[in-house]
C-alpha cells in the first residue's frame, strides 16, 4: 500500500485526502442507535492485537517517507525503512495525548473528550491519569458504532492504525492530529503536497 500510495501523491502533486475527498462522494450511515454525543473531541486508540506492545515513535520513518514523496529519485525500500524504527501499528503514548489535548481542550471547552478502542478496559488502565485530567469518556462498540464515532467527530485525535486512516476519508470535523507513522506520510500528510489542516504529533 506504501509504494502505490507515495507513487501516486508524486503523480498528483497532492495529498491523497484531498484528492479524494474532491473526487469521490463520502456517507458514513448512522447507526440505529448510539449512546454518545456526536461533534465532540475524540481520540481513537489501538488496542487489540497490539495492547502489549511497545509504544513506538515514528518520526525518522516519517522522515524517510517524506524524502520518498518529494524526490522522484528516491526508492521504497522496506528493509532501509525499518532500520529507522518500528513501523508496526501500536497505541499512543499517554504523555503524547497529554501534549495534543492540552492545546485542544482549552480552545474548546464546550466539548467532551471521548476515547475510542477496541478494549475499554485497556484504555482506562493505559490512560488513568488524563482521563481524570480532562474528564475523558471511554467508549467500545462494534465496528459501524465505532466508525461513526470518528467520522463526526469535530476534532479527531488518530493512531497509528488503517481503520483511523479510512475513518479519515470520511470525517467532517474541524482538526485531526495523527502521529507519526509511515501509511500518513506515504498518502501525502505532512509532506510538500499536503493541502490539508492536519497536524502530525511526536507519539513519545
Not at 515514528?58 to 525499518?82: I, P, S, T, W
Not at 482538526?175 to 493541502?195: N, R, V
Request: with cysteine; hydrophobic share 30%; proline share 3%.
Amino acid at each position: 500500500m506504501r509504494n502505490t500510495a507515495y507513487k501516486l501523491v508524486r503523480y498528483l502533486k497532492l495529498d491523497l485526502i484531498t484528492y479524494a475527498k474532491q473526487k469521490l462522494s463520502f456517507n458514513v450511515e448512522k447507526p440505529s442507535q448510539i449512546n454518545f454525543k456526536t461533534g465532540q473531541i475524540v481520540i481513537h486508540i489501538r488496542n487489540g492485537d497490539v495492547s502489549n506492545q511497545p509504544i513506538y515513535d515514528g518520526f525518522k520513518v516519517h522522515e524517510y517517507c517524506k524524502k520518498l514523496v518529494e524526490n522522484k529519485d528516491q526508492v521504497y525500500n522496506r528493509v532501509e525503512m525499518d532500520k529507522l524504527g518500528s513501523d508496526r501499528q501500536c497505541q499512543t503514548s499517554e504523555s503524547a495525548l497529554d501534549k495534543v489535548l492540552s492545546e485542544v481542550c482549552p480552545k474548546h471547552p464546550e466539548k467532551e473528550v471521548h476515547l475510542v478502542s477496541e478494549d475499554k478496559s485497556v484504555s482506562l488502565e493505559r490512560y488513568k491519569n488524563i482521563s481524570k485530567k480532562y474528564n475523558i469518556k471511554f467508549f467500545s462498540s462494534d465496528i459501524n458504532t465505532d466508525f461513526y464515532h470518528l467520522a463526526t467527530a469535530d476534532v479527531l485525535i488518530g493512531s497509528r492504525s488503517s481503520f483511523c486512516i479510512m475513518a479519515l476519508y470520511h470525517f467532517t470535523g474541524k482538526e485531526f492530529f495523527y502521529p507519526h507513522w509511515s501509511l500518513y506520510t506515504c498518502l501525502g500528510l505532512g509532506t510538500k503536497y499536503d493541502q490539508t489542516n492536519h497536524k502530525p504529533f511526536r507519539n513519545i
